[in-house]
């Protein structure tokens, strides 16, 4: 019930592309969707990240795709960077609750 | 924006010593904080959570005794590996939340623990 599954685990792109990553969670009680940002040796940095009562939300080139009545929830980087080379997160929340995160991709954007 | 921030960022202990990680929140009042570990190439793994004034939840499988926690204000929490050993070793993690806010969660920038 608390479990987020992520893939792909990883994922190497070209610069100018596409990045995908899927999220799928179980428990429909959810109500915060984020993804976090983490490069080696830091720790994450929130991205972006959506409430289940809207279907998309944009901010520069990252998208968050939610999917309420298949329980997925996807991020898309666009116009990919090499600078995103990072291992994303995606988490889901209960509110007053603690994170559940995924088990992350790492991305590696090729110049 | 809020901020969080963790001391030391990397740390080498001689086993059987104790070693104290500290994360402040520098700009807003933290009522709740989080303590994660995380193994190379592997998601984080929340060990505890920490509420100013009280004695922190342990996960499951996470010695109490071991990795103290404290949280004696708003602003500051610390965990304190004890009688590290070099099992020990790991990336650790604190993350914090925003009074009053249900969604903020502020990750401190980890601490690299190498128990030698």
């Known amino acids: 019930q608390q479990q987020v599954k992520q893939s792909p685990q990883s994922l190497i792109v070209q610069k100018g592309g596409i990045s995908i990553i899927n999220c799928a969670y179980e428990?429909?009680?959810?109500?915060?969707f984020p993804w976090y940002q983490q490069f080696p040796g830091k720790g994450p940095a929130l991205l972006i990240a959506?409430?289940?009562?809207?279907s998309e939300k944009k901010e520069g080139r990252f998208t968050i795709s939610f999917n309420k009545s298949a329980k997925q929830f996807s991020l898309h980087i666009m116009d990919s960077q090499p600078g995103d080379s990072a291992t994303y997160f995606c988490?889901?929340?209960?509110?007053?609750?603690?994170?559940?995160f995924g088990e992350g991709t790492q991305l590696t954007v090729n110049p | 924006g809020a901020v969080v921030s963790q001391h030391p960022s990397w740390v080498i202990c001689k086993s059987g010593t104790s070693v104290k990680i500290e994360c402040r929140s520098l700009?807003?009042?933290?009522?709740?904080m989080f303590w994660y570990r995380q193994f190379p190439k592997q998601s984080l793994m929340l060990m505890a959570t920490?509420?100013?004034?009280?004695?922190?939840?342990?996960e499951q499988g996470v010695e109490k005794d071991k990795f103290l926690i404290n949280h004696a204000s708003l602003t500051l929490s610390t965990l304190t590996v004890t009688s590290a050993h070099p099992e020990d070793s790991s990336f650790y993690i604190c993350?914090?939340?925003?009074?009053?806010?249900?969604?903020?969660?502020?990750f401190g920038s980890g601490t690299r623990l190498t128990v030698v």
């Open positions: 700009d807003f009042q933290a009522t709740t």
């Open positions: 959506i409430r289940p009562d809207v």
């Open positions: 988490a889901a929340m209960l509110s007053g609750s603690r994170l559940t």
């Open positions: 920490s509420n100013e004034g009280s004695k922190a939840t342990y």
């Open positions: 428990n429909t009680a959810f109500d915060y």
């Open positions: 993350s914090a939340t925003h009074l009053g806010t249900n969604y903020g969660y502020t």
